[in-house]
């Protein structure tokens, strides 16, 4: 992963703005060039495109969309940015959240309109963090099916996709200008590729080992459940080039990830009153802070793992996303009619476990918090039947990157804009703060279609000369 000097090569052809990923970011960034009227061109690593977005739920939260309103949804850009910054305890500037909320509406509304996009809101259940419900997402509830559905709009638009396409080097002029890269296809052939613009859109670093036990020590250890092609080629090559980086310990975990078959238990089960418990029975955290804060507090339990406990009207949400369906397929949900028969079925102390769930019920009857700071009196009471799925703390993807401005343009450390350099999803700095607890739900995928559709916008301006 090198930048070179880009006197003196000749490039065997040249594109006016060319992406490197095809995860959603890449995609809507295509996308949007295309629609600017420029030629555009996505070199993906993989074989199969995939990445980070088809390991999600497919969700991406936005404001004011002709969904929520729809709905009769009052949401405004203004109020999803305050849920932003005030998730980061104010460690996200309050202008770059705005930028995301007014851009996250049009966005989805543009992808349904213009290329077919097929989206429902999520009205059944409120995400921890968000005043409003804001979800959008396909019907299946899975990344993989909105991957394939941006995977079919590029096509139908015509754009070239390569798969198979390592990108290893860039080259780059003495002004800071990237006039096109070095790549290698599936069979070792080398090509040289000019662009008079570029996006990475190839994701954050949770996939280099190094990268995150220098970066974040604290879920070094934890499993990485992410992309592991996800290798901080970005941030490498920004740091050649002299951009800022910023939130680099900014990540999104998961505490609760079934184990051992690594597929993300939907934190819906936890808003419908269900509880974490650790090997030895005992609660040991406010489970509503979110699920990205308990990928390390999980991973950090005796074993490493933990057991979500939930009700039925957890598990009714949860049959709604595919990756539930698949971990209750396999037979990792345990179903008991009674505290006692849980205990035994998942080899948890009952005098513990009783012990929590009769403090719940008393906090539930007070209306006062636990000891954690949560309270349960606006939740469906944890009865039987019970189900339970052993769970382990895991990493996702990281949140921290290249610097960009409001139009997704990568900046150097002094804050000018390198030349025609942009960055979105996870290459580029999010809305997620400087750590885990920053993390609000959908942030993942929202940064990286409404930083996507930024750059991709922004990209065929600096080519077309505009």
């Given at each position: 992963m090198s930048v070179l000097k880009a006197e003196g090569v000749n490039f065997d052809f040249e594109v006016p703005v060319l992406v490197i990923g095809a995860g959603a970011c890449?995609?809507?960034?295509?996308?949007?060039?295309?629609?600017?009227?420029?030629?555009?061109m996505v070199l993906e690593r993989d074989e199969r495109p995939s990445g980070s977005t088809s390991l999600s739920a497919g969700l991406i939260p936005a404001a004011c969309t002709q969904l929520q309103k729809a709905q009769g949804i009052d949401d405004s850009p203004e109020l999803?940015?305050?849920?932003?910054?005030?998730?980061?305890?104010?460690?996200?500037?309050?202008?770059?959240?705005?930028?995301?909320?007014?851009?996250s509406g049009p966005m989805i509304d543009w992808l349904m309109e213009h290329h077919q996009i097929c989206f429902e809101l999520v009205t059944d259940f409120l995400y921890p963090g968000h005043s409003r419900l804001r979800?959008?997402?396909?019907?299946?509830?899975?990344g993989a099916d909105l991957e394939q559905a941006l995977l079919a709009a590029v096509e139908r638009a015509g754009i070239d996709l390569i798969a198979g396409a390592s990108v290893e080097d860039l080259f780059v002029d003495k002004t800071g200008c990237v006039k096109g890269v070095r790549f290698r296809r599936r069979d070792g052939a080398l090509e040289v590729l000019g662009?008079?613009?570029?996006?990475?859109?190839?994701?954050?670093?949770?996939?280099?080992?190094?990268?995150?036990?220098?970066?974040?020590?604290?879920?070094a250890d934890a499993e990485c459940c992410g992309h592991l092609?996800?290798?901080?080629?970005?941030?490498?090559?920004?740091?050649?080039?002299?951009?800022?980086?910023?939130?680099?310990?900014?990540?999104?975990?998961?505490?609760s990830v079934a184990h051992p078959h690594s597929l993300p238990l939907t934190w819906a089960v936890i808003t419908k009153g269900g509880i974490l418990v650790n090997a030895e029975g005992q609660r040991f955290s406010n489970e509503m802070r979110g699920y990205s804060e308990h990928g390390a507090e999980v991973a950090a339990q005796p074993g490493h793992v933990a057991w979500d406990i939930y009700n039925s009207q957890g598990h009714e949400a949860a049959m709604q996303f595919h990756d539930y369906r698949s971990i209750h397929a396999l037979g990792a949900v345990k179903i008991a009619s009674s505290l006692d028969e849980l205990a035994h079925l998942i080899g948890l102390p009952l005098s513990t476990l009783q012990a929590e769930f009769d403090a719940i019920a008393q906090l539930a009857r007070s209306g006062e918090p636990d000891r954690f700071g949560r309270r349960f009196n606006e939740v469906p009471p944890l009865q039987a039947p019970y189900y339970a799925v052993k769970v382990n703390g895991a990493l996702f993807h990281t949140q921290g990157g290249l610097m960009v401005d409001q139009d997704a343009r990568v900046l150097r450390e002094n804050g000018e804009p390198l030349p025609n350099l942009l960055a979105g999803g996870g290459a580029a700095r999010g809305v997620s703060g400087d750590s885990s607890y920053g993390y609000l739900s959908g942030n993942g995928l929202l940064t990286a279609t409404t930083y996507g559709r930024l750059a991709g916008m922004m990209a065929a301006r600096i080519a077309s000369g505009r």
């Open positions: 890449g995609l809507v960034a295509a996308l949007a060039s295309h629609d600017a009227g420029e030629t555009v999803f940015a305050a849920d932003l910054v005030a998730k980061t305890h104010d460690r996200t500037p309050h202008d770059q959240a705005l930028v995301i909320a007014k851009n979800m959008h997402g396909p019907q299946s509830r899975t662009c008079k613009a570029l996006v990475l859109a190839c994701s954050g670093f949770a996939g280099d080992a190094n990268m995150v036990r220098r970066y974040i020590p604290e879920i092609s996800n290798t901080g080629d970005a941030v490498k090559w920004g740091l050649d080039l002299g951009a800022a980086l910023a939130d680099m310990g900014a990540y999104q975990g998961h505490g």
